[in-house]
């Protein structure tokens, strides 16, 4: 399996001053991992979410991201995609994608 896309996961908090720090928060970068994105299948996708979404993605990462994530994005495009589900396999995490804007 080929891992040639690269994502990048992002968190979005309110952004808040901190005395003798300045301001935190706000739209952060938490990781960038390569990736093998594909499409969800027309087959998989009615049997999973009851209808067919051809904006899923499945996102096959080598090890999980542990800090909290907001969104990601693939291959540096404006399209923000959140988690619809996920599984940590011995051999990789898989995570079920959706875009935030439709």
């Given at each position: ?43 998989r996708s009615a049997e999973v979410f009851g209808d067919v ?50």
């Amino acid at each position: 399996m080929r891992f040639e896309s690269t994502v990048k996961f992002w968190s979005e908090s309110e952004e808040h001053y901190v005395p003798g720090v300045g301001y935190e928060g706000g739209i952060t970068l938490v990781a960038t991992t390569p990736a093998n994105v594909t499409d969800v299948g027309t087959n998989r996708s009615a049997e999973v979410f009851g209808d067919v979404k051809t904006t899923n993605k499945v996102v096959r990462l080598l090890s999980p991201v542990t800090d909290e994530w907001s969104y990601l994005t693939i291959d540096d495009s404006s399209k923000h995609y959140k988690a619809v589900t996920s599984r940590d396999l011995s051999h990789g995490t898989t995570l079920i994608v959706g875009d935030v804007n439709e």
